[in-house]
Structures are given as C-alpha cells and as structure tokens.
C-alpha cells in the first residue's frame, strides 16, 4: 500500500512537472514569436539570448542538486519552469507597453496602435454611406462589374509597383474608387518614408456573402454584418512586406512607416482603421 501510495505520489509529481514545463516552453515560444513581430531583430536576439543564460544558470543548479534527492529536484527543476513563464510575461509586458510605440521617422512617437481602435459599429457607419450594397456570391460582382465599372462605382485594384494584392481565396479584388484612392496615397506616403520601393500587402478585399459565411467557420473576427460587404474595406499587412532585396531587419522599419502614414491620413479624416492582430493586418474602410 505504502509503496503504492509513494508510485501515485512520483507519478503525479512527474505528471504536473512535464505539463508544467510544456506550458511554459509553449509560452515562450509563443512570446518570442511575437516579439520577432513587434520588436527589431536586434532586440528579439538579446532576448533570446538573455532566457539562454536564465536556462543555463538553472540547468547548472539542477545538476548540483539533483544528488539530494527527487523531491528536492522537483522543486529545483521547477525554477526551469518559472524561468520561460516570467521571460513569456515581461516580453508581453514589453509588447503592450513599449512595442505598440510607432516612432515616426521626423517626430515624437506615439501610441499609433492603440489609436487604431475604430471599431466595427463606427466603420459599418462609413462603409453603409460610401459603399455598395452586399453581393451575394462572386457570380453576382462578375456579372454587375462592367455596369458598376462604367457607373464609376467599382473599380479593379491588382499589383502594381506601388503595393502587391496577394492571391484573395476569401475576397474579391474589387473596392469603391474612393478605396482605390486611398490605397495610391498610402502607397505614395509609405515609399516616400521608406525612401524605397517596398510594396505592403493587401490581403483581403471585397467580399460576398458567401465568403462570409465560409470564413465565420475558421476566423473568429469574420462579421456577418462585415465592412468588407461594402467594398469600402481593405486589409493591409503589418508584418509582410514586398521587396526585390529585403533583409529581415528592415521589417521593423516598413511596419513603422506603414503606420505613420495610416495614422496621417486616419488623423486627415480619411479612413477609418483597427488593427487586427490575430490576423496581423490593419482593418482600413475609407471615409
């Protein structure tokens, strides 16, 4: 019986120990992840290279003690444990309160993505008076175009040398000319900026019901009552950018060009903006 009880007790140990650790290893690498996303590369490095000495110090205290026995070892290893969950808690801690801060490249910084909190009611507002009612299915935008085209009420949008629309699955290339406008003066600013002919992405454009209803099953922000209906909306990529030569340290460059110049044109009176970071995009709808 004793020894029954002392085989629960080692194996709950044990159990608690390797989820423990699964949890915290899974934190980090969730946390690194996003700090590759929001910090430059120089600064993701320095941390990773910080937990590298973190793991190696406790490694070192856990091979001097392990000789005193399992249970003294358990409640050293478990510092192993703790080390990835605080390193997960403070990158995050950084990322809400200094990484979310988009210098510009001439000014003072500012909280340009926690400006970018224009939410769905007031974008609906502006996409109802600026748009085009719902299509139903991609039949019904190909058959309407050319009329719509001639209206001057839809227009074609492609890459070009000034942004790159990626392969839509769950979109339309089609937007209001006002959208199309709108995407030529973000372009236009953020190269300038740049001083480059780096391109943003698009990556989602118009879209019908049917694509709504498809992308409810797998993407939590999909509305029902979606801007993207109106041909008003666009989504921009924070995180992926075009170059002929890009090198990964310019990316955090590219991301703070990109948001001066939307916080610009947001504070113009523009387009209306919502920053979506499960999808790593700006949710724009034109004003």
């Not at 192993?80 to 403070?90: G, T």
């Not at 490249?105 to 719902?134: C, H, M, T, V, W």
């Not at 139903?136 to 001057?152: G, H, M, T």
Request: charged share 20%; glycine share 2%; aromatic share 12%.
């Amino acid at each position: 019986m004793n020894i029954r009880n002392i085989d629960i007790r080692k194996f709950a140990f044990k159990f608690t120990y390797y989820l423990t650790t699964f949890i915290g290893l899974g934190l980090l690498v969730w946390a690194l992840h996003h700090a590759y996303l929001y910090f430059n590369i120089a600064s993701a490095l320095w941390i990773c290279l910080y937990i590298a000495i973190a793991v190696y110090l406790i490694f070192a205290i856990i091979v001097t003690t392990k000789r005193y026995g399992f249970q003294r070892f358990i409640a050293h290893t478990l510092m192993l444990q703790l080390v990835p969950i605080a390193a997960s808690i403070s990158i995050f801690g950084l990322i809400s309160n200094d990484c979310t801060t988009f210098t510009p490249i001439n000014g003072r910084a500012s909280q340009y993505e926690r400006a970018f909190n224009d939410l769905q009611d007031k974008q609906k507002a502006a996409a109802i008076a600026n748009g085009l009612s719902p299509f139903k299915s991609r039949a019904e935008i190909e058959d309407s175009y050319k009329k719509l085209r001639l209206a001057r009420k839809l227009v074609l949008i492609e890459s070009n040398p000034k942004y790159i629309v990626r392969e839509l699955t769950s979109s339309a290339p089609y937007v209001v000319p006002k959208v199309r406008d709108l995407l030529d003066d973000i372009a236009t600013s953020f190269q300038e900026k740049t001083q480059s002919k780096a391109r943003f992405i698009v990556t989602s454009v118009l879209r019908t019901e049917e694509d709504v209803a498809k992308l409810r099953k797998t993407n939590v922000n999909a509305s029902t009552n979606s801007c993207h209906c109106n041909a008003t909306t666009i989504d921009i990529s924070y995180v992926r950018f075009g170059m002929d030569k890009f090198r990964p340290r310019d990316s955090y460059q590219l991301r703070l060009a990109l948001a001066q110049t939307l916080h610009e044109l947001r504070e113009e009176g523009r387009c209306y903006v919502k920053i979506e970071r499960k999808q790593y995009c700006y949710h724009i709808t034109v004003r």
